[in-house]
């Protein structure tokens, strides 16, 4: 009886004659874990054979592992390949990518999963549309409406989609500047106040932002922006969202209490003939 031989060195079967017969790799291999040549790379990220090429002759890319002279890859240059992509169209050049990934050169993953983060819209409305005639009757407006139209654009209240067609990203803005109509409120004036509100929210927003960046991500990336600690960046950034809405809604009932309180004892004092404050 014959007695098949065993493996070589090499992890080939050895035949008679032919070419060699290649064993299953070995999942703990760590050959096997870097299955892409560069043309299955290239099809893998979308990318040219030409473009993965100059990424590594700028040192972008890791080196690939080679097997048999052919230069084999991983998910991990899959990784990198794609963030380079999503910072390119974020409009970085190359140069600065590089200085990213030299700082960090094994969290792709991690930065690429911090972007899709900070990419996504806080707002969570459903964006309507309406017709210039819907807005006209929802705003009580009389006459031409294209006055409080312009308004609401410059605002980004509405945004253009068409002829005589505008959507809103909040719905919620145009229902409330609806109810105000219909209690009397010109539509100009609510227009008006979204404006005031936006700036003071503008420079809220950018409060929040200074304390992530100052006390999270600074300190973060002074300890050299450790792979394992990506993931409490990427939790920071989601707790962000809930957490400074909630703020804001608590210290803006806070301050209207006492705002309506101070209002209505000087309208009162005034309808009561009191004069002045201190009357």
């Not at 299955?40 to 080679?66: C, D, F, K, W, Y």
């Not at 804001?248 to 301050?255: F, K």
């Not at 309506?260 to 003939?273: P, T």
Request: charged fraction near 25%; charge should be negative; include cysteine.
């Amino acid at each position: 009886m014959d007695v098949p031989p065993s493996p070589g060195a090499s992890g080939m079967l050895p035949r008679m004659s032919g070419s060699p017969v290649r064993a299953v790799p070995d999942p703990e291999d760590p050959a096997a874990a870097h299955p892409f040549t560069i043309e299955q790379l290239a099809a893998e990220t979308g990318l040219s054979v030409r473009n993965i090429r100059s990424h590594r002759a700028r040192e972008l890319l890791q080196p690939p592992v080679v097997r048999d002279r052919v230069g084999y890859y991983g998910p991990e240059h899959v990784a990198r390949l794609k963030l380079i992509r999503e910072l390119q169209a974020d409009g970085f050049n190359l140069a600065a990518i590089k200085r990213l990934v030299e700082r960090a050169p094994d969290t792709s993953d991690q930065i690429l999963s911090t972007l899709a983060l900070v990419q996504q819209p806080f707002e969570t409305e459903q964006p309507q549309v309406y017709t210039a005639d819907e807005l006209r009757r929802r705003f009580a407006i009389q006459g031409d409406p294209s006055a409080a139209l312009a308004q609401a654009l410059e605002l980004g209240v509405l945004l253009p989609v068409g002829a005589d067609r505008f959507e809103a990203p909040a719905p919620s803005l145009v229902e409330a500047a609806a109810e105000l109509a219909e209690r009397g409120v010109p539509v100009e004036h609510a227009l008006e106040t979204v404006g005031k509100v936006r700036a003071n929210c503008e420079r809220v927003a950018r409060e929040f932002i200074r304390l992530f960046v100052d006390d999270v991500f600074r300190p973060f990336e002074a300890e050299g922006m450790p792979a394992e600690r990506w993931p409490e960046i990427g939790e920071a950034i989601e707790r962000l969202r809930p957490m400074s809405a909630q703020v804001v809604l608590a210290v803006y009932q806070l301050t209207m209490s006492k705002e309506v309180e101070r209002a209505s004892a000087r309208e009162f004092r005034r309808l009561l003939g009191a004069g002045k404050e201190g009357g």
